[in-house]
């Protein structure tokens, strides 16, 4: 009797462990820093350049299994960087606060304690100036970010990696409108590039 109390109880264990999810299948959490750099807008008066004030950012990631796959992974991504225009922009508050949210397509290539990955995201971008003269306003954006996650444990990773970060305005150029357009874009592209480091739990 003992010797099959024993024999339950290690086939029960054995199916406790088949259902959690392996590593490769869990779903990804990861916590981003990092610091981006901003294109510049135009002053529509004058012609002259508009800065944007380059920053740290910060991110948040989650990242399912596509079909089962360990290596291909569907998730969301939010960004947004607490950042202001140059002191060449005429305004009396020069706060402004830039977020992305994506949707994003990953492919992993593991390696060991490695994780190369390739991702590409398509959202919105969500610009907000704190000025009284200016409009929030939101646009397309997407991404294209490349880097690897190092292995610390089958659960905890350290993510590296970088981003370009297009945002897609109208051929009108001008933005942030409010009754009148001071600023404006030079292209229909406006980019940011991001470095960041992360950490990643897996579960």
């Known amino acids: 009797k003992r010797h099959a109390m024993f024999k339950v109880a ?12 392996s590593a490769a299948m869990a779903v990804d959490l990861t916590l981003l820093a990092g610091l981006q750099a901003n294109g510049d807008f135009e002053d529509t008066a004058t012609g002259e350049n508009i800065g944007v004030q380059d920053g740290a950012a910060f991110a948040v990631a989650l ?18 960087q607490a950042t202001r225009f140059a002191s060449d922009a005429q305004l009396s508050d ?21 994780e190369p990955f390739l991702l590409l995201g398509l959202g ?3 610009f907000s ?18 880097g690897t996650s190092l292995k610390v444990t089958e659960r905890f990773l350290l ?7 297009p945002t897609f305005f109208d051929g ?24 960041d480091v992360g950490l990643q739990f897996r579960f």
């Not at 990242?63 to 947004?80: I, K, M, W």
């Open 10 to 21: 290690r086939y029960l264990k054995i199916g406790a462990i088949g259902l959690l999810p």
């Open 63 to 80: 990242d399912f299994p596509l079909n089962g796959s360990p290596t291909e992974r569907l998730g969301l991504y939010l960004g947004h």
């Open 94 to 114: 020069r706060d402004l606060g830039i977020t992305h949210l994506h949707f994003t397509a990953m492919s992993l290539w593991p390696n060991g304690r490695w």
């Open 124 to 126: 919105v971008a969500y």
């Open 129 to 146: 100036p704190d000025d009284s003269t200016l409009d929030a306003d939101t646009f397309v954006s997407g991404q294209i970010a490349g």
């Open 159 to 165: 993510r590296f990696g970088a981003r370009w970060l």
């Open 172 to 195: 009108g150029g001008a933005v942030f409108c409010n009754g009148s357009c001071t600023i404006a874009v030079k292209s229909q592209v406006w980019s940011q590039g991001l470095v």
